[in-house]
């Protein structure tokens, strides 16, 4: 088993632009969670989703999209990079809510 | 509401001495409690959680904690720092009965002195 996989691992944006972080799992997860992670800060929900074709925003959502078409993908859209957005994302996956989360790698985005 | 405090975001021991990481939270119903250990440049991986049963939770590398309900704390401890024990380390709690969306702590870097 791959885990959790995750593309790219770093990219840079001009402000405006767009961009879709990738995140796949093999386990047959069926909960999948977006988190930004920034220095000092922990870990915050973006969105998370509990099954193929059920979404719902985190604790920071705005500015950020999400969609899942299948078990095993969760993308992460983002619309109109701003600089605050720069941060290091992080997909998790799990079986159920209260399980052990198992972590992707990591994206690093900076927004310029 | 469920929030978790971790005292400290940096914490430094020598080789050999005891490791203390607090975490603290707060919750409205029974909580099931994690820490997770984040190494430079990798995702997180969990260290022990709390469920039910017994509060004194044995993880991997050595590392235990203790759920105490009266004092709302899950410190992790572990008798004998290593050199590789060096990294961020994030307490998280879920409610119970809830959405299942999970809380993390800002975090504590671990720094391990020879």
């Known amino acids: 088993n791959a885990g959790v996989t995750q593309t790219p691992k770093f990219r840079i944006l001009k402000i405006g632009q767009s961009m879709t972080l990738q995140c796949t799992q093999d386990m047959n997860h069926n909960y999948m969670y977006w988190y930004r992670q920034d220095p000092g800060m922990g870990l915050k929900l973006i969105y998370y989703s509990v099954g193929a074709g059920i979404t719902d925003k985190g604790e920071v959502p705005n500015g950020y999209n999400v969609s899942r078409s299948t078990t095993e993908d969760f993308p992460l859209r983002l619309e109109l990079a701003a600089p605050s957005q720069t941060s290091v994302y992080f997909c998790?996956?799990?079986?159920?809510?209260?399980?052990?989360?198992?972590f992707g790698p990591g994206t690093r985005l900076t927004v310029l | 509401a469920q929030s978790v405090t971790q005292l400290g975001s940096h914490v430094s021991v020598s080789e050999g001495a005891l490791v203390l990481l607090r975490c603290n939270y707060s919750?409205?119903?029974?909580?099931?409690l994690f820490w997770y250990v984040q190494y430079p440049n990798q995702g997180l991986q969990l260290l022990l959680k709390?469920?039910?049963?017994?509060?004194l939770v044995k993880g991997i590398n050595g590392f235990e904690a203790e759920f105490k309900k009266s004092e709302t704390s899950f410190h992790l401890t572990k008798p004998s720092a290593h050199m590789s024990d060096a990294a961020e380390y994030f307490c998280?709690?879920?409610?119970?009965?809830?959405?299942?969306?999970?809380?993390f702590g800002r975090g504590t870097s671990l720094i391990v002195h020879p």
């Open positions: 709390y469920t039910t049963g017994a509060t």
């Open positions: 998790a996956s799990s079986y159920g809510g209260v399980d052990e989360q198992f």
């Open positions: 998280a709690v879920i409610r119970s009965g809830g959405s299942y969306i999970p809380t």
């Open positions: 919750s409205s119903v029974p909580p099931y």
